[in-house]
């Protein structure tokens, strides 16, 4: 899976990782399917994002972070195929290295008319799954649901890896971390400022990780 890692987000993960974590001999998460126990789990808002690529002019790559993601998974590794996912995206909180563009996502429609992008107050994203279809190593999965943008409800598949599962050493919870990636198309959600110039395209990259309730 190829990693899009921007340097805000960078930045933000050295803040966050406290140092007593970096000087222990080894991580509380592991990639061991058998560490992961049954239950709903809630999205660990502080280390769970989506980041998004868009291509500029056919000049660069440029990316930008939806972080705060709320919501739920259940998940039984005696049927995993059963699981299933249910997350919020808080739009109004899109994240960019340049403070122009991130005011530009959010700005009004000029003289009363539509917005660019999302304008200024944007309904949340919501990504609810349907099927979930396991490989035969039970840890990659295709992931389908329905994805609600900017009004508009359409189906996606994510690519979904195991990352790891374990006890967080801070509140003693069961915690399981997922990467996913998939590609949209922005017109299919009604926001087509700019194609082709800012590519109709947007890859997502999800790092996600939950804790058990």
Do not use: C, W
């Given at each position: 899976?190829?990693?899009?890692?921007?340097?805000?987000?960078?930045?933000?993960?050295?803040?966050?990782?406290?140092?007593?974590?970096?000087?222990?001999?080894?991580?509380?998460?592991?990639?061991?399917?058998?560490?992961?126990?049954?239950?709903?789990?809630?999205?660990?808002a502080g280390h769970t994002m989506v980041v998004w690529?868009?291509?500029?002019?056919?000049?660069?790559?440029?990316?930008?972070?939806?972080?705060?993601?709320?919501?739920?998974?259940?998940?039984?590794?005696?049927?995993?195929?059963?699981?299933?996912?249910?997350?919020?995206?808080?739009?109004?909180?899109?994240?960019?290295?340049?403070?122009?563009?991130?005011?530009?996502?959010?700005?009004?429609?000029?003289?009363?008319?539509?917005?660019?992008?999302?304008?200024?107050?944007?309904?949340?994203?919501?990504?609810?799954?349907?099927?979930?279809?396991?490989?035969?190593?039970?840890?990659?999965?295709?992931?389908?649901?329905?994805?609600?943008?900017?009004?508009?409800t359409k189906p996606v598949t994510l690519d979904v890896?195991?990352?790891?599962?374990?006890?967080?050493?801070?509140?003693?919870?069961?915690?399981?971390?997922?990467?996913?990636?998939?590609?949209?198309?922005?017109?299919?959600?009604?926001?087509?400022?700019?194609?082709?110039?800012?590519?109709?395209?947007?890859?997502?990259?999800?790092?996600?990780?939950?804790?058990?309730?």
């Open positions: 899976m190829r990693r899009i890692i921007p340097l805000a987000a960078l930045a933000a993960a050295v803040v966050a990782v406290p140092v007593v974590v970096a000087q222990s001999p080894g991580m509380p998460g592991a990639p061991d399917k058998s560490r992961v126990a049954a239950g709903t789990y809630a999205a660990d690529e868009v291509d500029h002019f056919g000049f660069s790559d440029y990316s930008g972070i939806f972080g705060d993601v709320t919501g739920t998974l259940v998940i039984d590794p005696a049927n995993p195929g059963a699981s299933r996912v249910d997350v919020t995206i808080p739009v109004a909180k899109v994240t960019t290295a340049s403070s122009g563009l991130t005011g530009h996502l959010l700005r009004a429609g000029k003289d009363g008319g539509k917005p660019d992008f999302f304008g200024p107050a944007p309904a949340d994203a919501k990504f609810v799954s349907t099927r979930v279809v396991l490989d035969d190593d039970g840890d990659e999965a295709k992931v389908t649901g329905n994805l609600t943008l900017n009004g508009v890896d195991f990352h790891g599962a374990g006890t967080n050493p801070y509140n003693k919870k069961a915690t399981v971390g997922f990467n996913a990636e998939t590609t949209i198309r922005r017109s299919d959600f009604g926001i087509t400022y700019g194609i082709p110039a800012v590519s109709d395209e947007v890859e997502l990259e999800i790092h996600a990780a939950f804790e058990k309730q």
